[in-house]
Structures are given as structure tokens and as C-alpha cells.
């Protein structure tokens, strides 16, 4: 079976610095992969998505994320963190075979100290 | 465009009451619905899923049901809410045929059962 790992539970960072979030999957195939950001008491927005070809993918917000097969990992990254990223930031995989499940990592919540 | 309202916003409910909330889709047609809960450090949880009027698929057995009586609306029950029903409660949609590719969420509902 499919499962995703954030092993970042929170994450502080400055306002200006850059962010990298972790995300690693388990999977026998090449899975789809997906990041999604939840503001406080909202719903979860996308912000990126690989399905195959270059491995770096570039998404809203200005954020990106880069697939390595080799180390099971879709990490997600901004170069310079605005306050308004402050949010809640889930990991999800899609193993396809018609079904309609995406499994989601528990999350890491981000926040930002100006 | 298309929107997606979930209602109510937040709910406190006691234990053994009913519970009915509400999703609607407007500006597409014949959507995937889904009913996803996030309970605190756990990530989201697929709970139901339907392609069509009165097609409903449950990926988790519980105390909760879904209904779609309408081709734009989700209906998430219960006849009598546990304390483990507390959680935040999810309606996403995704365009017929390829549910998997992006997922639109409303805002979601709190539901505290005491």
C-alpha cells in the first residue's frame, strides 16, 4: 500500500528566508504527486502537481517542488517566504489504477516570524 | 467560474444528535464530490466519494453516511454523532473522468461533539 511521510511536524522560518518542506512517499510504481496548502480554517488549495517528465515543477505562489525517484521524495521549495505563507502544507499521492483515493501526508504547518 | 459552498461554517453538536452538512457545486456539471476529514495531526481522511446521482462509495467504515440527491449536492449524516465524529469536515469536487488531477475544496465545517 501507498502512504507519504512529512516528517516536519512545524517549521519557523524568517520572513526573506527560504523554505523547504519534506515530503517522502512509498510506492512500488512512479506515483502522482501533489502539494496542497490549507490557510487556517479554510479548505486546501493546489499548488503543484507532477505527473511525469521534468522532474522540477514549478507551481502558484512561487513555489516549486522537485521529484527524485532515487530518494522517494517530492520536496517543496520558495527561495524567499512572505508572511502570507503561513499555512498548513499537505503532501498527497495518487497511485492511479481508476481509483479515486488520494492519500495525504499528515501535514507540515509552516509559520512565519517577520 | 466554478465555486463550492459547504455549510455551516462551524457546528457543536451533543453526543447522540443528528448531523447533516450540507456541499454544493455551482458552474459545472456531473462532478466527482468527496467527503474528507481532518482530524488534528492526522492528515485528511477520504470518507465518501460519488460520480453520479445516488452513487455513493465509502472508503472508511463508521457512524457517518453521504447521500447525492441532486447532481450538485453532497449531503454528509449521521442519525446519532460519537465524540470521535469531532473533526474538520471537507466537500471537495473534481471534474468527471479524472477526479485525481485536482481536487477543489470548500472551506469546511468544525464540528465539535460534546
Known amino acids: 500500500a501507498q502512504s507519504v511521510t512529512q516528517p516536519d511536524i512545524h517549521i519557523t522560518v524568517s520572513e526573506g528566508a527560504s523554505l523547504e518542506l519534506r515530503c517522502n512517499y512509498s510506492y512500488g510504481a512512479t506515483p502522482y504527486l501533489f502539494w496542497y496548502v490549507q490557510s487556517p480554517g479554510q479548505g486546501l488549495q493546489l499548488l503543484l502537481k507532477y505527473f511525469s517528465g521534468d522532474t522540477l515543477v514549478q507551481g502558484i505562489k512561487g513555489f516549486e517542488a522537485e521529484f527524485k525517484r532515487s530518494q522517494s521524495s517530492f520536496n517543496l521549495r520558495k527561495p524567499s517566504v512572505h508572511w502570507s505563507d503561513a499555512a498548513e502544507y499537505f503532501c498527497?499521492?495518487?497511485?492511479?489504477?481508476?481509483?479515486?483515493?488520494?492519500?495525504f501526508g499528515k501535514g507540515t504547518k509552516l509559520s512565519v516570524i517577520p | 467560474s466554478q465555486t463550492i459552498h459547504q455549510w455551516p461554517a462551524t457546528l457543536v453538536q451533543p453526543v447522540g444528535s443528528p448531523l447533516s452538512l450540507e456541499c454544493t457545486v455551482e458552474g459545472t456539471s456531473n462532478p466527482n464530490l468527496y467527503w474528507y476529514r481532518q482530524a488534528a495531526g492526522r492528515g485528511l481522511q477520504l470518507l465518501f466519494y460519488?460520480?453520479?446521482?445516488?452513487?455513493i462509495s465509502s472508503e472508511v467504515p463508521q457512524n457517518l453516511s453521504a447521500s447525492r440527491p441532486q447532481d450538485r449536492q453532497f449531503i454528509l449524516s449521521s442519525k446519532k454523532l460519537l465524540l470521535s465524529d469531532s473533526g474538520f469536515y471537507l466537500c471537495?469536487?473534481?471534474?468527471?473522468?479524472?477526479?485525481?488531477?485536482?481536487?477543489?475544496f470548500g472551506s469546511g465545517t468544525q464540528l465539535s461533539v460534546l
Open positions: 460519488s460520480v453520479g446521482i445516488g452513487q
Open positions: 498527497a499521492l495518487y497511485s492511479g489504477a481508476g481509483s479515486y483515493q488520494l492519500t
Open positions: 471537495a469536487w473534481s471534474p468527471a473522468g479524472k477526479g485525481w488531477e485536482k481536487l477543489f
